[in-house]
């Protein structure tokens, strides 16, 4: 009895071996008497004992293979190193499994193999310029090769570009020199555009102030202009008046039946009070020039 409990429990756990359960992004390549027989995906299988087995279990996920630093040569002769990154993915895990021993190797070396061709085309400034170009020529050959072994580059990285010291230094002091001709470059334009805008400013500055002396020197005119007409005019209203004062005076006498020496007496005073002392000859009518000697020989008869 005991011997069959014992026996049962065997082949229990026997049979539970035989169950294989499959993670997501992973595929396990099973061999049947050692051929190839069927490529397990995600999910519970079971696999016959003793004849089948798990040859390799392969990751479907997208990888990254960071490789060390490789010398090249430039086209001038000039050596450095260069490191690489390759993203890739396994697209059929069979070739993976039987296309090469050792992938990831594999991939190193096609690496360094094809970027001592691209770089030895190329000449230093070129190198350190052309990184997109190398990026997508170093591609597109590793993907082709990679294709009989199952396996799908997406990407490719130069990490870093390391020329010789001395080469960095001379690099470095040239880029030093050009920094400094840019900013004296700048600041001459810098120093001429003030220099332009200080003069356009005292251009303006000056054309301004002519411009306001002119205005200065009509409004100035026009001033005196307007004062001489003021004064003309209140002269003239002046001398209206006290023409019209006299002959109302002139005429009050008259109505009032004064003689007619009284009014050509009236007349004469008219007109020297007329003149106000401004002017230099003054027309008087005989018959008040008569008038007014006669006054004269009375005052001398007093």
């Known amino acids: 009895m005991v011997f069959f409990l014992v026996l049962i429990l065997i082949v229990v756990i026997f049979l539970i071996s035989c169950i294989r359960i499959v993670p997501q992004a992973s595929a396990y390549v099973i061999e049947r008497l050692g051929i190839y027989h069927a490529t397990w995906v995600a999910g519970l299988h079971l696999k016959v004992p003793i004849i089948d087995r798990v040859a390799r279990k392969v990751l479907l996920k997208e990888q990254v293979a960071d490789f060390a630093p490789q010398p090249v040569i430039t086209k001038d002769n000039v050596t450095m190193m260069i490191d690489s990154i390759i993203y890739f993915r396994v697209v059929n895990p069979q070739l993976y499994a039987y296309g090469v021993e050792n992938p990831i190797m594999a991939m190193e070396n096609l690496t360094a193999t094809t970027l001592r061709n691209i770089i030895g085309d190329m000449e230093l400034d070129a190198t350190l310029t052309s990184r997109e170009r190398i990026n997508a020529s170093m591609l597109q050959t590793i993907d082709e090769a990679t294709d009989p072994w199952g396996i799908k580059v997406t990407r490719v990285e130069l990490k870093?570009?390391?020329?010789?010291?001395?080469?960095?230094?001379?690099?470095?002091?040239?880029?030093?020199?050009?920094?400094?001709?840019?900013?004296?470059?700048?600041?001459?334009?810098?120093?001429?555009?003030?220099?332009i805008l200080e003069a356009e400013g005292k251009k303006e500055s000056a054309v301004l102030n002519a411009e306001a002396a002119k205005q200065a020197t009509i409004l100035a005119a026009e001033a005196e202009k307007e004062k001489e007409i003021r004064e003309a005019e209140g002269k003239a209203q002046a001398i209206r008046e006290i023409q019209?004062?006299?002959?109302?005076?002139?005429?009050?006498?008259?109505?009032?039946?004064?003689?007619?020496?009284?009014?050509?007496?009236?007349?004469?005073?008219?007109?020297?009070?007329?003149?106000?002392?401004?002017?230099?000859?003054?027309?008087?009518?005989?018959?008040?020039?008569?008038?007014a000697g006669m006054v004269e020989t009375i005052r001398e008869i007093k």
Do not use: C, H, W, Y
Request: net charge neutral; charged share 30%; aromatic share 2%.
């Open 160 to 195: 870093n570009i390391m020329p010789p010291a001395a080469i960095k230094d001379a690099m470095e002091k040239q880029m030093k020199a050009e920094r400094e001709k840019r900013a004296a470059i700048l600041t001459a334009e810098g120093e001429k555009q003030s220099m």
């Open 244 to 291: 019209k004062a006299t002959a109302d005076g002139i005429q009050m006498i008259k109505e009032a039946g004064a003689d007619e020496a009284v009014i050509k007496l009236k007349s004469l005073e008219a007109f020297s009070r007329a003149a106000d002392g401004q002017a230099t000859k003054i027309i008087i009518p005989s018959e008040i020039q008569g008038l």
